[in-house]
């Protein structure tokens, strides 16, 4: 689990889910990568499933981690 704030100050709390949601599969298996995770992020009033590298949670930065956010929020 890790907690990051976006720039309108709005905290994220983001978790890795123990399997990739059906509907996006086919997404995660199109990605160029060795591994690929989804992860649970919510604020309490809005909520991202996103796909990301293993790892992401000690390797992706605050920066990054808000624009795969911001990124899997625009696609609703």
């Known amino acids: 689990m890790r907690t990051v704030a976006d720039e309108q100050g709005t905290t994220w709390i983001c978790l890795e889910l123990p399997e990739i949601p059906v509907e996006q599969r086919p997404a995660a298996?199109?990605?160029?990568?060795?591994?690929?995770?989804?992860?649970?992020?919510?604020?309490?009033?809005?909520?991202?499933?996103?796909?990301?590298?293993?790892?992401?949670?000690?390797?992706?930065?605050?920066?990054?981690?808000?624009a795969v956010i911001r990124e899997f929020l625009d696609r609703r």
Do not use: K, Q, T
Not at 34 to 55: K, T
């Open 29 to 66: 298996d199109a990605l160029a990568s060795d591994e690929i995770v989804a992860i649970e992020c919510n604020s309490g009033a809005h909520r991202v499933i996103a796909l990301v590298p293993a790892g992401w949670d000690d390797h992706m930065d605050d920066v990054r981690l808000n």
